[in-house]
C-alpha cells in the first residue's frame, strides 16, 4: 500500500497555519479597506498620490471639485447613509439570530435524545457499525458529540454571515468615495471587502473543525468511525442556519426590492435608489442580509458538508482502518492548499493588474475564477501526490475498492472544473454581454408578457449544460472511488470558496455604492461608474450562485452515499413501492419549498407597496425632495415579514427527513432525497438563471450602451417598464427560492446522516404495523 510522504506531523501543522494565514489576510485586506476615510476632509480618498501620473484612465482630481459640489457635505451624507443601512442590517441580524437560537437549542436537544435512544442510554462500549468484531464507544458518546458539533457548525455559520455582514457594511460608502477617482480604485475597494469575507470564512470553517477533530480524538482514541460519525453534526449545524439566513435574508431583501420597484419606477417614475422612496434603506439593508449574509452561510454549509462526508467514508475505508493521519484528512489538506491559491489569485486583481475602464471589470472577475481553476489543479496535483499512498482502498457499499492516488486527483479535478463550467455556462446565459440576455430585452418591445416567457424559457434551457457537467463529474468521480470520491469532487468545486466568495460579496458591496451615490446626490458621471460595476456583479452573484448550486448536487449525492452506508442499505430499488413513493413525494418538494418562499416574498411585498405608497400619498412635498420619508416603517415591514415567513419553510425541510425515517424507515427516506436531489438541482438553476436574466435585460436596456439597447431605452419607455415587470418577477426566483434549494437538497441529505443510526433502530414504524 506504502505510506503517505507528508508525514502526520506536516499536516497537523500544515492546516492550521494555511487557516491562521488566510485569516491574517483577510485582516490584511480589511485594513486596506479602512484607509478610505468617511470623515470629511481634503484627502477624503485613499491618500498618498503625489502628483503621479493618471491612473485608471482618470486623472486622480474628485470630480465634485470639476462641478462645484461641496465635498464636505457628500462624504457626510454617505457616512450617514451608511450608518443607516448598517444599523438596519444588524438589527435584522439579531431579531433573526434570536429565532434561530432557541430552534438551535430546541433542535440540539433533539439530536441528543433521539441519537441516544439508540442503544437506551447505555454507557457501555458496544460493537462498532461496520466491524462488529471490534469495540467500539458507546451511542451515547456519538449523541452527545454530534450535539457538540452541531453547535459549533451552527455558530461558526452565524458568526461567517455575520461577519460578513459587517465589512460589507463598512465597505460600501468607501466604495462610493473611491468611485469619484476613477472606476479602479472603486473595484478595488469592493473587491478586498469581498476578499475579507471569503477568507475568514473559508479559513473559519477549516479551522473550526479541524480543532474539533482533534478535541473530540482526545476522547474517541482509535475510534474514528465514531468520531467522523459525530463530526457529521457539524455539517447538519452549518446547513441549518444557513437555510435560516437564506430564507429570512431572500424574503427580507426582495420584499423590500419589490416594493421599491414597483411604486418607484414604475408608478411614480422615479430612478432606482432615489432617496425620496420610503423603501431605499430596506432595499439596500437586504443585499447585506440576503445575497452577503445568506450567501456566506451558504456556501460555509457546503464546505462543512462536503468536508464531514468525505471524512465518513474515509473512517471506515483503509486511512480509517489503519489510522493512516495524513491521508485521512486529504479533504482538509486540499481546503488549505486553496486557501493558499486563492490568496495568490485575489493579488491578480487587487496588485498586479490595474483596471483602467470599465469594459475590463468582468473580464478581471472573471480571470479570478480561471487563474484560481488552474492554480488549484496544480495544488490538488502535488497534494494528491504528498498525502496520498499510492494505493488504498475505498469503502463502497460494504465493500473495499482498490483505488490510486492519480484516481483520487482526478475525481478532485473534474469537480473542480466542472464548477468552472457551470460558472461560465451562468454567465452566458445571465450577462447582457451575449445574446440569450439580449433576445429577452427585445421580447420587452410587445411588452412584459413576452418578456416572461423568454425568460422562462431562457431558465429551462440554462439547465442543460450544468445538469451534464454535474453528471460527468459524478460518473468520473464514482467510477474512480465511488462516494469518497463524490464527496471529494464536492470539495474540489468549493476548494477555491474563498474566490468565489470574494467575487459574490462584491456584487451586493457594488450595489450599495451605486444606492449611496444616487442617495447623497453625486454626479450622474459617478453613478455610471457604481452601475459598471454592478452589472459586473451581478452576472458574478450569478456565477456564485452556480457554483453553489452545483456544489450542492455533488454534496447531498455524497451524504446521500454515506447515509445509504450508515443505515445499512445494501441497495436502493427504485421498483420497490416503498422507494418508489419516496421519489415522488422528495421531487415534490422543492416545488411545495418553492411555493411558500414566493408567496412569502409576494405577502410582504404586498404591504411594502401599500407602505410606499400610503407615504407618498399623505406626506406633503416628499416627491418634489423638501420633506423626508420614513424609512424606519419600511425597514421593520421587511424584518417583520420575513422573520414570520421563514419559519413554514424551514420547518418543511428540517421536519420531512425525520417524519419520513420515522413512520416509514431509510427505505423510503433514501427515495426522498434521491427524488428531492434529482427535482431541486433543476429547479435551482432555472429559477436563478431566469431571474438573473430579467434583471440583466432590465440593465442592459437602462445603460444604453449599444444601439440596439438604445432603440429600447430610455429609462420610463414601455420596453423599459416591460424589462422592469420581468426584474420584479424574477427577484425572488434568483434570490429567495433558487438559492434557499441548493441549502433545502443538502439539509435533508446531512440530517438524514446525523439521525441515520436512530432512523435504522427505530424507523418505519408504520411498516413494521402493517
Avoid at 654 to 662: A, C, D, E, H
Wanted: net charge negative.
Amino acid at each position: 500500500m506504502g505510506a503517505a510522504l507528508l508525514p502526520d506531523l506536516g499536516t497537523e501543522i500544515l492546516i492550521p497555519v494555511c487557516a491562521v494565514i488566510g485569516i491574517l489576510f483577510s485582516l490584511v485586506q480589511y485594513l486596506l479597506v479602512s484607509k478610505v476615510k468617511l470623515s470629511p476632509g481634503r484627502d477624503s480618498g485613499a491618500p498618498g498620490n503625489n502628483g503621479a501620473a493618471p491612473k485608471n484612465g482618470y486623472a486622480d482630481y474628485l470630480i465634485e471639485e470639476e462641478e462645484g459640489l461641496n465635498d464636505h457635505n457628500v462624504v457626510l451624507k454617505c457616512a450617514e447613509i451608511q450608518n443607516a443601512i448598517s444599523e438596519g442590517a444588524t438589527s435584522f441580524l439579531f431579531t433573526e439570530y434570536q429565532y434561530v437560537g432557541i430552534f438551535m437549542v430546541a433542535f440540539a436537544i433533539l439530536i441528543f435524545l433521539f441519537l441516544g435512544s439508540v442503544e437506551g442510554f447505555s454507557t457501555k462500549s458496544q460493537p462498532c457499525s461496520y466491524d462488529h468484531f471490534k469495540m467500539c464507544k458507546p451511542a451515547l458518546a456519538t449523541a452527545l458529540f454530534s450535539t457538540i458539533s452541531f453547535l459549533l457548525g451552527a455558530v461558526t455559520s452565524v458568526i461567517s454571515g455575520f461577519l460578513g455582514m459587517k465589512i460589507a457594511t463598512y465597505a460600501n460608502a468607501r466604495t462610493t468615495l473611491e468611485a469619484r477617482k476613477g472606476v479602479g480604485k472603486a473595484f478595488i475597494t469592493a473587491f478586498r471587502s469581498g476578499a475579507v469575507m471569503g477568507f475568514l470564512l473559508a479559513a473559519n470553517g477549516l479551522l473550526v473543525l479541524f480543532i474539533a477533530i482533534n478535541l473530540f480524538k482526545l476522547y474517541y482514541g482509535d475510534d474514528w468511525g465514531g468520531l467522523f460519525e459525530a463530526i457529521t453534526g457539524y455539517g447538519l449545524g452549518g446547513s441549518s442556519m444557513a437555510l435560516f439566513g437564506r430564507v429570512g435574508g431572500g424574503i427580507y431583501t426582495k420584499a423590500a426590492d419589490v416594493g421599491a420597484d414597483l411604486v418607484g419606477k414604475v408608478e411614480r417614475n422615479i430612478p432606482e435608489d432615489d432617496p425620496r422612496n420610503p423603501a431605499v434603506i430596506a432595499d439596500n439593508v437586504g443585499d447585506n442580509v440576503g445575497d452577503i449574509a445568506g450567501m456566506g452561510s451558504d456556501l460555509f454549509g457546503s464546505y462543512a458538508e462536503s468536508s464531514c462526508a468525505a471524512l465518513v467514508v474515509a473512517s471506515i475505508s483503509s486511512f480509517g482502518i489503519n489510522h493512516e493521519l495524513t491521508p485521512m484528512m486529504y479533504p482538509l489538506i486540499i481546503s488549505s492548499v486553496g486557501i493558499l491559491v486563492c490568496l495568490i489569485t485575489t493579488l491578480f486583481a487587487t496588485d498586479f493588474f490595474e483596471i483602467k475602464a470599465v469594459k475590463e471589470i468582468e473580464p478581471s472577475l472573471k480571470r479570478q475564477l480561471i487563474i484560481s481553476t488552474i492554480l488549484m489543479t496544480i495544488g490538488i496535483a502535488i497534494v494528491s501526490w504528498i498525502a496520498l499512498p499510492s494505493s488504498f482502498t475505498i469503502f463502497n457499499f460494504g465493500e473495499q475498492k482498490a483505488v490510486k492516488n492519480w484516481q483520487l486527483f482526478l475525481c478532485v479535478a473534474v469537480g473542480l472544473w466542472a464548477g468552472l463550467i457551470i460558472g461560465f455556462v451562468t454567465e452566458y446565459y445571465t450577462s447582457n454581454a451575449y445574446s440569450p440576455v439580449q433576445d429577452v430585452a427585445d421580447s420587452c418591445r410587445t411588452g412584459a408578457a413576452t418578456n416572461v416567457i423568454f425568460g422562462l424559457a431562457l431558465g429551462y434551457k440554462s439547465c442543460i449544460i450544468p445538469i451534464f457537467a454535474i453528471a460527468v463529474s459524478i460518473f468520473v468521480s464514482f467510477s474512480f472511488a465511488a462516494m469518497y470520491g463524490i464527496a471529494v469532487a464536492a470539495l474540489g468545486m468549493l476548494s477555491t470558496i474563498a474566490t468565489g466568495l470574494a467575487i459574490d460579496a462584491y456584487g451586493p458591496i457594488s450595489d450599495n455604492a451605486g444606492g449611496i451615490a444616487e442617495m447623497a446626490g453625486m454626479s450622474h458621471r459617478i453613478r455610471e461608474r457604481t452601475d459598471a460595476l454592478d452589472a459586473a456583479g451581478n452576472t458574478t452573484a450569478a456565477i456564485g450562485k452556480g457554483f453553489a448550486i452545483g456544489s450542492a448536487a455533488l454534496v447531498s449525492l455524497a451524504l446521500f452515499g454515506a447515509f445509504v452506508s450508515r443505515a445499512d442499505i445494501s441497495t436502493v430499488d427504485v421498483l420497490t413501492p416503498k422507494v418508489f413513493i419516496g421519489l415522488l413525494v422528495g421531487a415534490m418538494l422543492p416545488y411545495w419549498f418553492s411555493a411558500m418562499t414566493m408567496k412569502s416574498v409576494g405577502s410582504a411585498a404586498l404591504k411594502m407597496v401599500e407602505e410606499v405608497r400610503r407615504q407618498f400619498n399623505t406626506i406633503p412635498g416628499l416627491m418634489e425632495g423638501t420633506a423626508k420619508p420614513d424609512y424606519a416603517t419600511c425597514v421593520k415591514i421587511s424584518t417583520d415579514a420575513s422573520i414570520k415567513e421563514m419559519i413554514p419553510p424551514g420547518a418543511l425541510v428540517m421536519l420531512t427527513p425525520l417524519i419520513v425515517g420515522i413512520f416509514f424507515g431509510v427505505e423510503t427516506l433514501s427515495g426522498v432525497l434521491a427524488g428531492s436531489l434529482v427535482s431541486g438541482v433543476q429547479i435551482a438553476i432555472s429559477a436563478s438563471n431566469t431571474g438573473g436574466a430579467w434583471d440583466n435585460a432590465k440593465k442592459y436596456i437602462e445603460a444604453g450602451a449599444s444601439e440596439h439597447a438604445r432603440s429600447l431605452g430610455p429609462k420610463g419607455s414601455d420596453p423599459h417598464k416591460a424589462a422592469v415587470i420581468g426584474d420584479t418577477i424574477g427577484d425572488p426566483l434568483k434570490d429567495t427560492s433558487g438559492p434557499s434549494l441548493n441549502i433545502l437538497i443538502k439539509l435533508m441529505a446531512v440530517e438524514s446522516l446525523v439521525f441515520a443510526p436512530f432512523f435504522a433502530t427505530h424507523g418505519g414504524l408504520l411498516f413494521k404495523i402493517f
